[in-house]
C-alpha cells in the first residue's frame, strides 16, 4: 500500500518534470509533494481500483512469481488470468495453501514448476488474497469466506 502510494507519487513527479520543462535536478531537490502531484496521485488510483485488502497480500507473497499484472511468466510461472484453476474455488484454496508442483495445463500452456505452499498465512490472508485474484486479472468470481479457508486447512 505505501509502495503503491511512494510509485504513484513518483510517476507524478515524472510526469510533471516532463510537462513543465523544468531541469530534473530542479524537481529532485523538492522535498515537498506539491498539491497537484497529490491530485494526480489520487486520480491515478481512483483511474486503477479502489484497494483490496488482498492486494498487499498479493504484492508481498504472489508477485514475485505471477507478475503485477497476473500474467505470470511463459514457461515459468502460470498466469492468474481467468482458467480453470482459479475457477474452481476448492482447486484455488488448495492450490494457495498447499502449494503446486508437477506437470499442469494452464489455458492449453503446460508448466512443470513448483510453487512452495503458503500455509503459513492466516485464514483471513488466503481468503483476501484469493479473493482479489478472483475479481481480478479478468476474473469475475465470488469472493472466498476464511470459514471456508479453514475448513480446506483441515
Ligand atoms: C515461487 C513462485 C510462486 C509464488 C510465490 C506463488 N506461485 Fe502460484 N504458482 C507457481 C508455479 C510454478 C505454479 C505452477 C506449478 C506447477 O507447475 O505444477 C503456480 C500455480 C498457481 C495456480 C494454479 C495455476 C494458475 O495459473 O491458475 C494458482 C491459482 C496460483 N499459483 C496462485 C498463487 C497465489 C494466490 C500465490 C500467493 C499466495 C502464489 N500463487 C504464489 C509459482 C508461484
Request: include cysteine; aromatic fraction near 8%; hydrophobic fraction near 35%.
Amino acid at each position: 500500500m505505501k509502495q503503491t502510494t511512494i510509485y504513484l507519487s513518483l510517476v507524478a513527479s515524472l510526469f510533471f518534470a516532463a510537462c513543465s520543462g523544468n531541469s530534473s535536478s530542479e524537481q529532485e531537490n523538492k522535498p515537498i509533494v506539491s498539491q497537484k502531484q497529490m491530485e494526480a496521485s489520487e486520480q491515478a488510483s481512483a483511474g486503477s481500483q479502489v484497494a483490496h485488502p488482498g492486494k498487499a497480500v498479493y504484492d508481498k507473497y504472489c508477485l514475485v512469481c505471477h507478475q503485477a499484472d497476473g500474467s505470470g511468466v511463459p514457461g515459468m510461472y502460470p498466469p492468474l488470468t481467468p482458467n480453470e484453476w482459479i475457477a474452481d474455488k476448492d482447486k484455488m484454496i488448495h492450490v494457495a495453501l498447499n502449494g503446486q508442483s508437477g506437470e499442469i495445463e494452464v489455458n492449453g500452456e503446460t508448466y512443470n514448476n513448483l510453487m512452495p505452499p503458503h500455509d503459513y498465512l492466516s485464514d483471513q490472508e488466503l481468503a483476501d488474497v484469493i479473493s482479489y485474484v478472483r475479481s481480478n486479472f479478468g476474473n469475475d468470481l465470488e469472493a472466498v469466506t476464511k470459514e471456508e479457508v479453514a475448513a480446506a486447512r483441515k
